[in-house]
């Protein structure tokens, strides 16, 4: 993992300062609250529904032990005992008071952790593959990558006055769990003809009320160019993306209305104005940041331990725990283990601070003292011995952390929506729950198999039904909450944008909704095929179908009652 | 107005014109609309001038008239419109060595950033300035020590200054 060198710890510190001297100058009226709003936000801090929120950044989603016991402590001390893990792989507070924020950050720095651009119209938390340094597909380890845009957005000059948000994601593997498609800008570590590691980049992907899959502007970046590049892509954006319509100014708006090849031609004349070695990072740098990621101290040992091949031939709970929630290492013997904070009725992405003092003493324990946050909301043990893994189940089990359906019809994404979020229309969580309790025997989710439902409370999409197998979008229309149901969405590197299926429908009406879908689905399927698959091959039509069907026969019902 | 450079407040020694009548007619250094520019240079030739150009203008409109400006003041719509940064970035790239002045609503808090991308001074809107007076914009630029991004400033980046320390060390 990284850690702060001096510089690194003064400009956090610093940064408290900072944002100390500006909640004063708020109070004694040298800012004005518009004036203040930005700079509040720029530091994680949000005015929600019922109170402040706080988010802190979990660069690249990794984070240790003594982090989490830290962040146990704050929501001990300052929240109501809780902390919600979000699809940025950060970390939100819902109650804290604005008096004590700059405490907290205080505590935060302590630990070497910060709120820098977890809001605001900037560069924010740069996120990656929470499998990062595991994956057996990966060309090069992201973190490395995430590390130094982390460093290099970090209160930029000229780029924290965007003309609206931006988001970076970096994956190094084939197989893509970052979501770099839908990103302001994605990077892809790839290798070249000549064998030479480089990147693909991709700007003008993006969720929210415009869904866009993104361009590929650069078949293949040298590495060491990044920062220049990039440099030239934000100077294009910031002064070119539109400034009149907030709802018209993500990048993704630009690259669409300027034209991906007009868009590349602007990017590609920046960049050559540009003075590369005086702007991208030194090359003993770049290696600097990397050792930190070298890989910790494996031990050797045989390709599969038997130790667990007999456990799991024991205890079919912690069999299927391994099979559904383990992910295949790349060094002989370990295991990376999901931990999925979706136990049936709890809140998508909660964690108690007993829950993360004792998370914490498993990843210290178990797993080189590293853990990860997945934009599922869930975590990850990225390193676990398998001969290890009979006694982390049960350590999972005792702390209420050990659903064994990472992956399945009850993982679900769901926004704060309405419990919780100033812009909400409808109430994302209970519909999560409702859904959960309606797929919650094992093996009937076992039988559907991988379907990642992704619910939004609003358009915003933060849930980012766009790319949920099964997505849902709530609404407010005349009065009630209203959910329209897409089904095809896809994050990974076969990127798609879910389907609608018909008219929205009431809140209770949504588990027998997915209810219908999941029949559809059981009848379409050949073979193995999951459900992503079968929508892939079939496309929407016999979805709607179904779905067509369940309305009638939900319209035929309530006609029924009233007479 | 009051005017902002890096000491504390300053003396504005250019005067805004908005119609080129009025900018001919006086002796002092006038501040222009930069469509106003052809005309008055050649009506005035040699006569110290600076022009006015919003924060949204292409740098192929302001390029042609920075070897003979003196002062480019970049207008703010607002302080949340970051444009201004970018542009004063494309004017020094361009050679630009005179006056580079962020004119608008700024906040004390952008005053290390304004710095950082080339600007030499702030010019503010009196209501501003009451509510920040100057000690407050040199408090700030004392804020933060360092900054990560190289070619930014006059000051080597946190990456810069690390490689120099590493290279010391090894000597």
């Known amino acids: 993992m990284y850690r702060y060198d001096e510089f690194d710890e003064r400009f956090v510190r610093e940064r408290v300062a900072q944002f100390r001297g500006q909640v004063e100058r708020r109070v004694d009226g040298s800012l004005s609250e518009d004036e203040f709003k930005p700079l509040r936000l720029k530091n994680g801090l949000y005015l929600q529904l019922h109170a402040y929120m706080l988010r802190i950044a979990v660069p690249y989603g990794t984070l240790n032990s003594r982090q989490l016991r830290q962040l146990a402590r704050i929501a001990e001390t300052y929240d109501k005992g809780y902390g919600h893990f979000t699809t940025r792989q950060n970390l939100q507070f819902n109650w804290p008071k604005l008096k004590d924020v700059p405490d907290i950050l205080d505590l935060l720095a302590d630990v070497e952790m910060h709120c820098i651009q977890t809001s605001g119209n900037c560069i924010r938390n740069v996120t990656s593959d929470q499998f990062a340094g595991v994956a057996k597909d990966e060309v090069e380890d992201p973190r490395p990558t995430a590390e130094l845009l982390r460093q290099w957005s970090s209160l930029h000059p000229e780029f924290v006055w965007l003309p609206r948000k931006f988001k970076i994601a970096v994956t190094g593997a084939e197989h893509d769990r970052a979501a770099i498609k839908v990103h302001d800008i994605g990077l892809k570590l790839k290798r070249n003809a000549a064998g030479d590691v480089g990147y693909e980049v991709i700007v003008g992907g993006g969720l929210g009320r415009t869904p866009m899959i993104g361009k590929v502007i650069r078949e293949f970046l040298p590495k060491d160019e990044l920062l220049a590049y990039l440099e030239a892509v934000m100077r294009v954006y910031n002064s070119d993306g539109r400034r009149d319509n907030k709802y018209k100014a993500r990048v993704k708006i630009l690259v669409h209305e300027t034209g991906e090849d007009e868009f590349r031609a602007l990017v590609e004349a920046e960049y050559a104005k540009l003075d590369g070695p005086t702007i991208n990072a030194p090359a003993d740098e770049v290696e600097r940041i990397a050792a930190y990621f070298a890989p910790p101290a494996y031990d050797a040992l045989p390709e599969t331990s038997e130790t667990l091949a007999k456990a799991r031939a024991d205890d079919a709970e912690l069999d299927r725990f391994v099979a559904q929630n383990g992910f295949a290492h790349k060094v002989p013997g370990y295991i990376a283990l999901t931990v999925a904070l979706k136990e049936i009725g709890a809140v998508p992405g909660d964690m108690s601070a007993a829950q993360m003092r004792a998370f914490a003493d498993i990843a210290e324990r178990y797993s080189f003292d590293e853990f990860r946050v997945t934009h599922s909301q869930n975590l990850v043990l990225p390193h676990v011995k398998q001969d290890d893994v009979p006694a982390v189940y049960a350590a999972l089990k005792a702390a209420g952390l050990a659903s064994a359906n990472a992956g399945l019809i009850t993982d679900i994404i769901a926004c704060p929506g309405l419990d919780y979020c100033a812009l909400a229309t409808a109430k994302s969580i209970p519909i999560a729950q409702s859904i959960a309790h309606a797929f919650a025997d094992p093996a009937r989710q076992r039988a559907i198999g991988p379907l990642p439902i992704k619910i939004s409370g609003c358009i915003n999409a933060c849930g980012h039904h766009h790319v949920g197998a099964i997505g849902i979008l709530g609404l407010e229309k005349g009065g009630r909450e209203n959910y329209q149901i897409t089904v095809g969405g896809d994050a990974s590197e076969h990127a798609a944008l879910g389907e609608r299926l018909g008219p929205g429908i009431d809140a209770e009406d949504v588990p027998g909704a997915i209810e219908a879908i999941v029949d559809t689905y059981l009848a379409e399927k050949e073979g193995e095929e999951s459900f992503i698959e079968t929508v892939r091959r079939t496309g929407a039509e016999p979805f709607k179908a179904g779905f067509a069907t369940f309305i009638e026969s939900r319209a035929a019902t309530a006609s029924e009652a009233a007479e | ?171």
């Open chain 2, 1 to 171: 107005m009051t005017l902002i450079t890096k000491t504390g407040a300053a003396d504005d020694r250019f005067t805004r014109f908005d119609t080129l009548e009025d900018a001919l007619a006086t002796d002092e250094p006038v501040l222009i609309p930069l469509a106003f520019a052809p005309a008055y240079v050649e009506q005035r030739p040699g006569a110290e001038f600076g022009i006015s150009v919003p924060g949204s203008a292409a740098i192929e409109d302001v390029a042609p008239h920075l070897e003979t400006a003196a002062l480019v003041a970049v207008e703010f719509p607002s302080f949340a419109d970051g444009r201004g940064f970018s542009l004063a970035r494309k004017i020094v790239r361009e050679g630009f060595a005179g006056t580079l002045r962020a004119s608008g609503p700024l906040i004390a808090d952008q005053f290390l950033d304004a710095l950082a991308c080339g600007f030499t001074e702030v010019e503010l809107p009196e209501t501003m300035a009451n509510r920040q007076p100057a000690q407050q914009w040199l408090s700030a630029k004392e804020t933060m020590s360092d900054h990560y991004q190289s070619g930014y400033g006059t000051e080597p980046s946190i990456l810069q200054k690390r490689l120099a320390a590493r290279k010391g060390a090894s000597v």
